[in-house]
Antibody
Framework: QVPLQGSGPGLVKPSETLSLTCTVSGGSISSVYWSWIRQPPGKGLEWIGYIYNSGNINYNPSLKSRVTISVDTSTNQFSLKLSSLTAADTAVYYC?????????????WGQGTMVTVSS | EIVLTQSPATLSLSPGERATLSCRASQSVRSYLAWYQQKPGQPPRLLIFDASNRATGIPARFSGSGSGTDFTLTISSLEPEDFAVYYCQQRSNWPPVSTFGPGTKVDIK
């Protein structure tokens, strides 16, 4: 197994930028797909974006203008920045691994970081 | 953008009964369809990938079928721990884009 540990602030103010980091333990961060996924309280899952091959990125079109995902191979971490926050961004934010073929699905998830956007 | 629709929204069943959950895609996703189980306070757990392949450690009572736009998750005989919310997810191959269905809650009748 490759545990994922997300970290970041639990409370962020409206209009500010959220920064979260996911640390990958016990395996390489290269050659697979890493994602951020969020879940507002009591609601379903929303994919935010992929980073893969240590630098290629694809975002959910609905969030693309506000999202930046990056990777640091030297520390085995990947990160999420989400700008111009509103209350609608309040959610549990998960980091997850998609190993690529033949799985093409999220087989490992972090425990999630609850983020509340409030003044 | 591919939209996934799940039905029913809620399924009320008793332990030992068979559960049949549906996921429909707005356009073909080939076989790139996965199913997840989520319990309160936990991250989702991968059950099925590539439409019909069980993930590591998933009991044989869980099975998936379908291709193209119509998919089914079947739980052959519900155990008490199976009452949860189930999501389907599609992932396009290139560029990689993912969407989730709205979920089906399986609760105890």
């Amino acid at each position: 197994q490759v545990p994922l540990q997300g970290s970041g602030p639990g409370l962020v103010k409206p209009s500010e930028t959220l920064s979260l980091t996911c640390t990958v333990s016990g395996g390489s961060i290269s050659s697979v797909y890493w994602s951020w996924i969020r879940q507002p309280p009591g609601k379903g899952l929303e994919w935010i974006g992929y980073i893969y091959n240590s630098g290629n990125i694809n975002y959910n079109p609905s969030l693309k203008s506000r999202v930046t995902i990056s990777v640091d191979t030297s520390t085995n971490q990947f990160s999420l920045k989400l700008s111009s926050l509103t209350a609608a961004d309040t959610a549990v934010y998960y980091c997850a691994r998609d190993p690529g073929a033949p799985v093409h699905a999220f087989d490992i998830w972090g425990q999630g970081t609850m983020v509340t956007v409030s003044s | 953008e591919i939209v996934l629709t799940q039905s029913p929204a809620t399924l009320s069943l008793s332990p030992g009964e068979r559960a049949t959950l549906s996921c429909r895609a707005s356009q073909s996703v080939r076989s790139y369809l996965a199913w997840y189980q989520q319990k309160p306070g936990q991250p989702p757990r991968l059950l099925i990938f590539d439409a019909s392949n069980r993930a590591t450690g998933i009991p044989a009572r869980f099975s998936g079928s379908g291709s193209g736009t119509d998919f089914t998750l079947t739980i052959s005989s519900l155990e008490p721990e199976d009452f949860a919310v189930y999501y389907c997810q599609q992932r396009s191959n290139w560029p990689p884009v993912s969407t989730f269905g709205p979920g089906t809650k399986v609760d105890i009748k």
